[in-house]
């Protein structure tokens, strides 16, 4: 059974950095382009960052673009998105989601708030 | 980047009804595009792919279909079961892009 788990949301202050996970199981990371997507309360969904399957590249929405970054660690099945300088626009869900295979999959979702 | 125009925005209907949300794109995305259902508090889950291919575990009442630019999402006979949030997503190029999201309520 696939499964993605994402941690490591919270609430922090705007300007301060938090890192999130997801670890997949059940299906061959490796071989899967990954990628995160949000949703701020009571709004749609937003499309943040993937990456591909070995890592070689990324892509963001212009919004996070030197902000965020994207990783992933395949021999520990891990998807990471370091997340600075965040600002209030930011909060919301986020779920990490096998970009390979059309969005088949998806996580239950980390919330983070940023707010003083 | 590529909009896509999702409509409506909210609907009501009854059980047994037919219904078809709908999304625009505003560059050529050929089939590259998703739809989505997300119920309240869930992640969301995949219905059709490609545009007009059922996902796994979906009920055959929904479908997808496309006409030049317009992509639509149709449930054929309503179920209780369907009330929902859908949401279309194109995978054609980055920035990947979604629609505004349909809430689909039950009269």
């Known amino acids: 059974e696939v499964q993605l788990v994402e941690s490591g949301g919270g609430l922090v202050q705007p300007g301060r950095s938090l890192k999130l996970s997801c670890a997949a199981s059940?299906?061959?990371?490796?071989?899967?382009?990954m990628a995160w997507v949000r949703q701020a309360p009571k709004k749609g969904l937003e499309w943040v960052a993937t990456?591909?399957?070995?890592?070689?590249?990324?892509y963001y929405r212009d919004s996070v673009k030197g902000r965020f970054t994207i990783s992933r660690d395949n021999a520990k099945s891990t998807l990471y998105l370091q997340m600075d300088s965040l600002r209030s626009e930011d909060t919301a869900t986020y779920y990490c989601a096998t970009h390979g295979g059309s969005f088949a999959y998806w996580g239950q979702g980390t919330l983070v708030t940023v707010s003083s | 980047d590529i909009q896509m125009t999702q409509s409506p925005s909210s609907m009501s209907a009854s059980l047994g009804d037919r219904v078809t949300i709908t999304c625009q794109a505003s560059?050529?995305?050929?089939?590259?595009l998703i739809w989505f259902q997300q119920k309240p508090g869930k992640s969301p889950r995949r219905m059709i792919y490609?545009?007009?291919n059922l996902a796994n575990g979906v009920p055959s009442r929904f479908s997808g279909s496309r006409s030049g630019s317009d992509y639509s999402l149709t449930i054929i006979s309503l179920e209780s079961e369907d009330m929902a949030d859908y949401h279309c997503?194109?995978?054609?190029?980055?920035?990947?892009?979604f629609g505004s999201g349909t809430k689909l309520e039950i009269k």
């Open positions: 490609y545009a007009t």
């Open positions: 997503l194109q995978y054609k190029q980055y920035p990947l892009t």
């Open positions: 560059q050529d995305i050929g089939n590259n």
């Open positions: 990456i591909i399957y070995d890592g070689s590249r990324t």
């Open positions: 059940g299906f061959t990371f490796s071989d899967y382009n």
